[in-house]
């Protein structure tokens, strides 16, 4: 019988997202049991596959960096311990098939002593039979020894089982796969999935869980003590701990932003620059065990300089909880701007609290629709961020600027349009302040949502996420509600 892969693990060995497979599988191409496939019908379904890198490989690995700068997504090797107990792991399993093909041929050996002593007592007429049944055993036996087809999927495979390791999340049954020297925590986050954690350093013990099955490895010590009745029950510190094996755990998820605690950090400024003459964009970065835990799409408050304060939306994705953006506008008379655009400098430290807002991905979407006003583009990128690594099937960003230059970011939306099949973006200029919309300029708007929603028939079985000035937010959102769409699809976050 073929060997049997889960979707993880095959959309990672082929190249491809789990989104693809998903589309091969409801039009009846892949066959799938439960999550697996064959390694068989993979190669059916995808004959071209090479033991090298494919080119979809490549695009994807693109696709990361590009969508997320300095997101790591690179085959690094783990450390040489885990690596040795994986190769041994590999090993262990080699021995045993060794020892099974050693046993047939011994077995092979014996069946032939018998067939010849039960031969020679035999009468002429069925020994014509039996030498007709040795033959055939013979041909069989040569055929099935000579080298033959060898699978390049299954030698992938056995490769990538060295490099990563996979791990299921109970009970909500999340997959990721764990990389180089990534802690289970790191890979999870990495990967989108929003696992129970604090200071990531082995302390607070927040990132407790149980492992149900599989090997799991310390790789740093740390100070939280976990008793000695929880370790026999299988209890690890998710922070300090890789994936030696596929592993299953037990672990808590964010469901919500009432299982994320309010933090207060002492942020570095990493960098500070000009994207336009008004828009700039604020790089912190936290201390490495005290990171900021946030859902995508929420925002924090930043304190700088003598108490200039400003609550703004997170313009990055959770899966990079160390290094956080925020998009700056420049407002005349507000001192918070003025003080980030002429004084704040690299290394200055800035205070941040947070997380706040619901403004938040339903993960279950299959078609996200994203409308992003002006600076609403930040908490709009910080989703499409993470859609990308939850593998949403389809993402449309439609953008509004009040003119050109309020779409500051555009080669990011191009980035991801030209790397993704499943990304869709359009830029719209109002050409008034959609800060102040209201008479001619409202309907203007309304009618450019409407075009938008003419020529696209599935719009309004999508999910809608806007984010803008409060004018132009509460006037699409009216847009989707008057043509039907529930409130609990329709998502809204007021940008100033
Ligand atoms: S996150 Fe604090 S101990 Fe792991």
Redesign the pocket.
């Known amino acids: 019988m073929s060997e049997m892969l889960s979707l993880t693990r095959a959309a990672r060995l082929i190249g491809v997202t789990r989104t693809e497979f998903q589309k091969k599988i409801r039009s009846g191409e892949m066959i799938s049991h439960d999550g697996m496939v064959s390694i068989e019908n993979l190669l059916k379904c995808y004959p071209d596959t090479q033991l090298e890198d494919t080119a979809e490989t490549r695009r994807v690995a693109q696709i990361k960096e590009r969508a997320f700068g300095k997101r790591v997504f690179e085959r690094a090797l783990p450390d040489a311990e885990v690596l040795a107990a994986r190769v041994t792991e590999l090993s262990k399993k080699l021995a045993t098939n060794q020892g099974q093909v050693k046993q047939f041929n011994a077995l092979l050996v014996k069946l032939w002593d018998k067939l010849a002593e039960v031969e020679s007592r035999l009468n002429s007429e069925s020994r014509m039979t039996m030498e007709y049944l040795k033959r055939w055993i013979k041909h069989e036996v040569d055929l099935a020894m000579e080298p033959g087809f060898i699978n390049p999927l299954t030698i992938k495979d056995t490769v990538l089982r060295i490099i990563t390791a996979q791990v299921t999340v109970m009970p909500g049954k999340q997959e990721f796969l764990v990389e180089g020297h990534d802690t289970l925590?790191e890979a999870a986050i990495r990967s989108g999935i929003p696992l129970n954690?604090?200071?990531?350093?082995?302390?607070?013990?927040?990132?407790k869980a149980r492992v149900l099955s599989g090997e799991v490895k310390k790789t740093r010590l740390?100070d939280?003590v976990i008793s000695e009745a929880e370790i026999s029950q299988g209890y690890i510190?998710?922070?300090?701990n890789t994936a030696v094996s596929d592993v299953v755990i037990e672990a808590a998820v964010a469901g919500s932003v009432q299982d994320i605690p309010f933090q207060q950090i002492s942020a570095r400024v990493k960098s500070v620059g000009h994207i336009t003459d008004d828009m700039a964009l604020l790089h912190l970065q936290t201390p490495r065990t005290q990171r900021l835990r946030f859902l995508a799409g929420q925002s924090a408050t930043l304190r700088v300089g003598q108490s200039f304060s400003a609550d703004l939306p997170i313009a990055s994705c959770p899966c990079d909880d160390r290094n956080v953006l925020f998009h700056i506008h420049r407002q005349s008379g507000n001192l918070f701007s003025d003080y980030v655009f002429d004084r704040l400098k690299q290394n200055d430290v800035v205070e941040m609290e947070g997380p706040h807002g619901e403004f938040i991905l339903h993960e279950k979407s299959p078609r996200l629709y994203f409308f992003a006003f002006n600076g609403g583009f930040a908490p709009i990128k910080s989703l499409i961020e993470h859609a990308l690594s939850l593998e949403a099937e389809t993402i449309y960003l439609h953008w509004f600027g009040s003119s050109q230059k309020n779409i500051y970011l555009p080669n990011i939306a191009h980035a991801w349009r030209d790397a993704l099949d499943n990304f869709h973006y359009e830029e719209h200029i109002a050409g008034f302040d959609l800060r102040s919309v209201s008479g001619k300029r409202e309907e203007t708007l309304l009618r450019q949502l409407d075009n938008i929603n003419a020529g696209d028939t599935s719009l309004l079985k999508g999910d809608i996420y806007i984010a803008g000035p409060e004018d132009a937010v509460s006037i699409a959102e009216q847009f989707f509600l008057g043509k039907g769409l529930p409130k609990t699809r329709v998502a809204v976050a007021s940008v100033k």
């Not at 604090?198 to 990132?207: E, K, P, R, T």
């Not at 510190?237 to 300090?240: A, R």
């Open positions: 925590l954690y604090g200071c990531s350093g082995g302390n607070c013990g927040l990132c740390h939280f510190l998710l922070c300090s």
